[in-house]
């Protein structure tokens, strides 16, 4: 049975913002917003063509401020957008003989939008793709719905928040059983597969993450042959994503008992960051929750050099507005949610918090993070 297109859109909140910018139509390109907004995800190949710009096999959602949305999209992707969306309408086009836009173009027309202010994503939409809707629709006015987008996105509804506990707690299970297993000379990849693999048979439908040895310092150059040894820190960043929404979580783990070093560090790391978890309140400015941070660890004579120190989460894309980073202005509001993560070098915790009126509440808390993982 479909999911109704209430229980995940923020439908109130988006006519809201529409009418705000004089919008009559929304055209979702981008995978976060078509995503969010077709309530249907895409696999493999198939969300390959939804993230590059100029594919020929490219789907549209036309979601208009007064009546029923439309997709355009390709026969391939036909049958599941019929089985999983909230849409009802689709205009199939056949890929690689007419160009998906050409087809937007026309549905535009058929919607009775051509004269009309309509929303676009101008940081995904291509130029070649920009220049084509303005010759074929002259007196269509094109508007930045980027920013709309993202605040509509940003407060979760119970639905969201119910599918990142899943994915959540898929991924926390994940590192529980996989952790264990670790000894001297197993090698990055072996832990990387194991940790993809369990939450794949889990459920989730596309796994994702960074795994290195403390003495592999170079970001994303891990999963790699690198073999473990005994007290080697272990760091990890994973996504797994559960009907299009990612449980987010780093665990810190170390091959053997950790050093008395080791368990002091990871404190100080700690401490600082449930101390940033405490400032996620509604109201307080994402660069204000940074500052806090790159404050703290000033305090214990720690540059902080990372470019953010947490971010929302959604749909698609685990990254995404606010991001906690310096002097960004955009303030926190009840019902978002944000993967918290200041961390230094492979001393990386990260969970997913809901903004409540009254503080912080803990999405991923199947994991004690009080104490580093000690495995084997």
Same mark, same amino acid.
């Given at each position: 049975m479909k999911a109704s297109v209430a229980e995940f859109v923020q439908i109130g909140r988006l006519a809201q913002q529409m009418d705000e910018q004089g919008l009559d139509a929304i055209v979702a390109r981008a995978g976060i917003n078509f995503t969010y907004l077709s309530g249907m995800v895409y696999p493999g190949t198939l969300a390959r063509h939804l993230d590059l710009a100029d594919s *020929?096999?490219?789907?549209?959602?036309?979601? =208009?401020?007064?009546?029923? =949305? &439309?997709?355009? !999209?390709?026969?391939?992707?036909?049958?599941?957008?019929? &089985? +999983?969306?909230?849409?009802?309408?689709f205009d199939v086009y056949e890929g690689y003989i007419e160009p998906p836009v050409e087809r937007l173009a026309k549905v535009i027309v058929d919607m009775g939008l051509a004269e009309s202010r309509v929303g676009f994503e101008t940081n995904f939409i291509s130029m070649a793709d920009g220049s084509t809707l303005r010759s074929r629709l002259p007196r269509m006015q094109i508007a930045d719905s980027t920013q709309l987008m993202d605040t509509v996105r940003a407060v979760k509804t119970p639905a969201e928040l119910t599918l990142f506990k899943?994915?959540? +707690?898929?991924?926390? +299970?994940?590192?529980?059983?996989?952790? =264990?297993?670790?000894? *001297?000379?197993?090698?990055?990849?072996?832990?990387?597969a194991a940790l993809v693999a369990h939450c794949l048979a889990g459920g989730s439908e596309f796994t994702h993450g960074i795994l290195n040895s403390g003495r592999n310092t170079i970001p994303?150059?891990?999963?790699?042959?690198?073999?473990? %040894?005994? %007290?080697?820190?272990?760091?990890?960043?994973?996504?797994?994503?559960?009907?299009?929404? @990612? $449980?987010? #979580?780093?665990?810190?783990? !170390? !091959?053997?008992? *950790?050093?008395?070093?080791? #368990? #002091? #560090?990871?404190?100080?790391? &700690?401490?600082?960051?449930?101390?940033?978890?405490?400032?996620?309140?509604p109201g307080r400015t994402a660069g204000e929750v940074y500052q806090f941070v790159v404050e703290r660890f000033a305090a214990i004579g720690v540059t902080y050099k990372s470019m953010l120190a947490g971010h929302s989460v959604g749909a698609w894309w685990h990254q995404q507005e606010p991001v906690i980073s310096r002097d960004n202005p955009r303030r926190l509001e009840e019902g978002m949610v944000i993967a918290m993560e200041p961390h230094v070098d492979h001393w990386h915790i990260q969970d997913m918090f809901?903004?409540?009126?009254? $503080? @912080?509440?803990?999405?991923?808390?199947?994991? =004690?993070?009080?104490?580093?993982?000690?495995c084997g």
């Open positions: *020929p096999r490219g789907v549209y959602l036309v979601w =208009p401020r007064s009546g029923e =949305p &439309r997709m355009v !999209v390709n026969a391939i992707a036909e049958g599941l957008a019929r &089985r +999983d969306s909230y849409v009802e309408h899943r994915g959540a +707690d898929l991924l926390d +299970d994940a590192f529980l059983a996989c952790f =264990p297993t670790v000894r *001297p000379g197993m090698r990055e990849r072996d832990l990387h994303y150059a891990g999963e790699s042959d690198f073999a473990f %040894a005994a %007290a080697d820190a272990i760091r990890t960043d994973y996504v797994a994503y559960v009907k299009g929404y @990612p $449980g987010h #979580q780093s665990r810190c783990a !170390v !091959v053997g008992q *950790p050093s008395a070093e080791q #368990q #002091q #560090q990871y404190a100080a790391v &700690r401490d600082i960051y449930r101390a940033a978890n405490d400032k996620l309140i809901v903004i409540r009126a009254n $503080g @912080p509440e803990l999405i991923s808390d199947k994991f =004690p993070t009080d104490k580093i993982f000690a």
